[in-house]
């Protein structure tokens, strides 16, 4: 992973996207453990999330884990989301983080020695090269394991290093089909993303795209 306890670093995780990485990987994100795992291999200066919530009087499903994740050493970035319906009659929302996303990471860059980006979106890598520029060392997490791989190849070209979320996954996932198993009394729960606790049948093509 080329991770060095004296370096400086920030995670800049996009939300939306090691969400459905690590679902089409088979696998359910506990948030504590991701920045325990990170904290004891380098000097996590910060650690951002970045989610784009959708603005109705609904309840959302994403407000526990945002919740958690601000009293929990998260620094938690968000912004309305918009609902539309398309050509097909699917409801969908549009909430795209990367502007947010790359601003932070410049203003950043001059603090720290190490950024490491939760993305496969080749849109990164101009801003990844700007924040190089600038002495920063930067590391893209995402997956070549998937099918079609979901880290773009610019992207991981221009990377210091590439890190595949199904190699380092175990520090802090678990496999999917171990919701199904009884939990030992006085084993607390794992922090993951909202999405992953309710049941398949609840998951239907709207519900998906939206989350």
């Not at 410049?106 to 490491?116: L, S």
Request: proline residues 5%; glycine residues 6%.
């Amino acid at each position: 992973m080329n991770l060095k306890k004296e370096e400086r670093t920030c995670l800049f995780i996009d939300g939306s996207s090691l969400y459905s990485t690590s679902r089409g990987l088979g696998f359910d994100v506990d948030y504590k453990k991701l920045l325990d795992f990170f904290t004891s291999k380098t000097h996590i200066i910060r650690a951002y999330y970045y989610a784009a919530i959708l603005d109705t009087e609904d309840y959302s499903p994403l407000k526990p884990l945002t919740d958690w994740l601000s009293y929990n050493g998260y620094f938690l970035v968000t912004k309305p989301a918009r609902e539309f319906t398309d050509s097909t009659g699917k409801r969908r929302v549009k909430g795209n983080m990367e502007i947010e996303i790359a601003v932070d990471m410049m203003e950043m860059a001059p603090h720290i020695d190490h950024a490491i980006l939760f993305t496969g979106d080749s849109d990164f890598r101009r801003v990844v090269e700007a924040v190089q520029r600038q002495g920063t060392r930067v590391s893209v997490v995402s997956s070549m394991r998937s099918s079609p791989p979901l880290i773009g190849d610019g992207l991981r070209r221009q990377a210091d290093n590439f890190m595949e979320l199904a190699t380092i996954a175990n520090n802090f996932t678990r496999r999917q089909q171990a919701e199904t198993q009884r939990p030992r009394v006085g084993t607390p729960s794992p922090i993951r993303h909202p999405a992953d606790q309710m049941s398949e049948p609840d998951l239907d093509d709207d519900e998906t795209d939206i989350l």
